[in-house]
């Protein structure tokens, strides 16, 4: 199995909408993923926000594949901060379970991380929900390392 990285096009409209539905799909099972979900401004049609960001100068969407068959995708933006410095945020990053502990996922955020270099960001960071030892794990193996904890609480007795 050969893990590979390029960038998403358009024509990728098919494959990165189930892969989004995969990604969302998992939410749910997560703690602290349904805040996520109801909190989400592209909950409706989440495809829609990939596909214009595949567009978007300003964003960078990957596949990451084996054998060439996309398995999984990274979404980061970059953007200037307020002391004037780029930051890179991999807003999602998602790898089909069966797909797993390969290295595709490590494939995707080192290129995004080699992209965030290549446009001047000075940083890059992105979320893990609390319990999803995987995810951080995953992150901190990438040397990030956490820097907050986002408090919530359910006002209506849930």
């Known amino acids: 199995m050969e893990e590979s990285v390029r960038l998403a096009v358009l024509a990728d409209a098919e494959v990165l909408g189930w892969l989004v539905v995969g990604a969302r799909a998992e939410l749910p099972d997560k703690k602290g993923g349904d805040v996520v979900q109801r909190l989400d401004p592209h909950r409706v049609d989440p495809s829609a926000r990939v596909m214009a960001a595949v567009e978007d ?3 960078t969407v990957l ?6 068959t996309p ?4 979404l980061m933006t970059v953007a200037s901060v307020s002391d004037g410095s780029l930051q890179a945020t991999v807003d ?4 089909d379970p069966e797909a797993r502990s ?7 955020i080192e290129a995004l991380k080699t992209d965030a270099m290549e446009r ?4 890059i960071q992105s979320t893990a929900l609390p319990g999803d030892r995987a995810t951080k794990n995953f992150f901190e193996s990438q ?3 956490a ?4 408090v919530h609480r359910w006002l209506d007795g849930r």
């Open 57 to 59: 100068p300003d964003t």
């Open 92 to 95: 999602e990053l998602f790898v």
């Open 120 to 123: 001047g960001a000075v940083a």
């Open 102 to 108: 390969v290295g595709v996922g490590e494939a995707i």
């Open 71 to 74: 398995v999984g995708y990274g």
């Open 63 to 68: 596949l990451g594949c084996i054998d060439g």
């Open 143 to 145: 040397g990030m390392v």
């Open 147 to 150: 820097r907050a904890i986002i």
